[in-house]
């Protein structure tokens, strides 16, 4: 259907002001990006806008040989990889059954678990549960208190429900089991919904970083989020000594704002990487997983 000359211009007027807020949007990006190239000089006398003044890479240079920096990295990795998979793969376990409608007690389990994303606990039980357990100054502690989430259950129900019955039933005429049905027929369907659910336990665990003010004190399992928080609010070089034996004098330019500007730029680095592989299932994974009940 061709379009008449207004309704023409009233689209590229739309998509010049999506194109404009979007701009917007990445404007903050882009400046902390700029300051990341500057010298220290160039961003303390205010020149610098969204280009880089004074070019120069000493900053990234200086927090890629900071133990601090490397160590707060290595946790946040190991945290989003070890944590994503274990969110993902026991949000299947529970989804999965209460996708059939012949499991017994299923409304109740599913109340249960609905409950718990109007009520909760509170901070102080939740901590004396963690203490109680011996989670405390673990790295555990950032992956069991939400091993599972009760929105990311729900989507994963209603897409399962989406799958035909009928694969189910011909791979249970070969002899499959309820697992291997799961992980060799539903899962490969699911990867829509999988991609989404990934997406988001791996956002919150990269950025995570109040269960470790809660939980842990032992710097070693500091994650990225915390460093940067330190970094930031604390402005000094303190934090690095307690962290690290091999800072010297020079370690007090951690708190220049070139090199504040490269650790954040360094943090978001990663996830801008993993997303555009998993962006093609977003959007797709949340509406077919919103369409049954």
């Known amino acids: 259907m061709r379009l008449s000359k207004g309704e023409r211009a009233a689209s590229a007027f739309n998509y010049t002001l999506l194109g404009l807020f979007a701009l917007l949007a990445l404007a903050p990006f882009v400046h902390v990006l700029a300051q990341s190239f500057s010298s220290h000089h160039a961003i303390t006398s205010g020149k610098v806008g969204l280009w880089p003044v004074e070019f120069t890479v000493e900053a990234y240079a200086r927090i890629f040989r900071e133990q601090a ?16 998979f274990v969110n993902v793969l026991l949000t299947c376990l529970l989804a999965y059954p209460l996708s059939k409608v012949y499991i017994k007690g299923r409304s109740a389990i599913m109340f249960l678990i609905v409950f718990t994303m109007m009520f909760g606990g509170g901070m102080i039980p939740t901590f004396l549960i963690v203490k109680e357990t011996g989670l405390l100054d673990t790295f555990w502690a950032y992956i069991i208190p939400g091993a599972v989430s009760a929105f990311n259950v729900i989507i994963m129900k209603n897409f399962f429900q989406s799958v035909p019955a009928e694969l189910e039933e011909s791979a249970k005429m070969d002899g499959g089991s309820n697992l291997g049905i799961l992980f060799r027929i539903v899962v490969p369907l699911s990867m829509p919904a999988i991609a989404t659910i990934t997406l988001f336990h791996a956002v919150s665990h990269w950025n995570a970083f109040f269960d470790t003010v809660l939980y842990v004190t032992d710097r070693k399992l500091f994650p990225l989020q915390v460093y940067l928080r330190e970094l930031i609010m604390f402005n000094n070089s303190d934090i690095n000594r307690n962290a690290s034996n091999s800072v010297n004098m020079d370690s007090t330019l951690l708190a220049l704002e070139s090199l504040k500007a490269a650790a954040l730029i360094a943090s978001t680095v990663p996830i801008l990487i993993v997303y555009p592989f998993l962006q093609k299932y977003f959007v797709k994974g949340i509406m077919l997983g919103s369409v049954k009940g």
Do not use: D, E, K
Request: aromatic share 12%.
């Open 69 to 84: 920096f490397l160590n707060a990295f290595s946790v946040s990795v190991l945290r989003t990889s070890v944590g994503t």
